[in-house]
């Protein structure tokens, strides 16, 4: 039984920063991706980051500058650490872990306000 939680979600004025972790814990093999997914109100859930084993990382255009993604591979953890919030960074923001399958975490609300 593999479980991914999520954390760090709240509300915050535009232009504030939050930084969100998300835990894997149980049988869970060797995670090659840990990922952060979001998804708004009537929009579709879509990548924001994600960090490969390698180190590389990958980032949707609209957070580039922003939004840094790490993990520490001993505590099979990934952070989000977010800057300059906008109103439209707004959702629910989604952990995936990958080992053989895809792991998701129950999700943490973000909310940035005007």
């Known amino acids: 039984q593999v479980q991914v939680m999520e954390s760090g979600g709240g509300l915050v004025q535009a232009g504030g920063s939050l930084r969100l972790s998300c835990a894997a814990s149980?049988?869970?093999?060797?995670?090659?991706?840990m990922a952060w997914y979001r998804q708004a109100p009537g929009k579709q859930r879509e990548l924001v980051a994600a960090?490969?084993?390698?180190?590389?990382?990958n980032y949707a255009d609209s957070v580039k500058g922003r939004f840094t993604i790490s993990r520490d591979n001993a505590k099979n953890t990934v952070y989000l650490q977010m800057i300059s919030l906008k109103p439209e960074d707004t959702a629910v923001y989604y952990c995936m872990m990958t080992d053989f399958r895809n792991y998701w975490g129950q999700g943490t609300q973000v909310t940035v306000s005007s």
């Open positions: 960090v490969y084993r390698s180190g590389s990382t």
């Open positions: 149980g049988s869970i093999w060797s995670i090659s991706t």
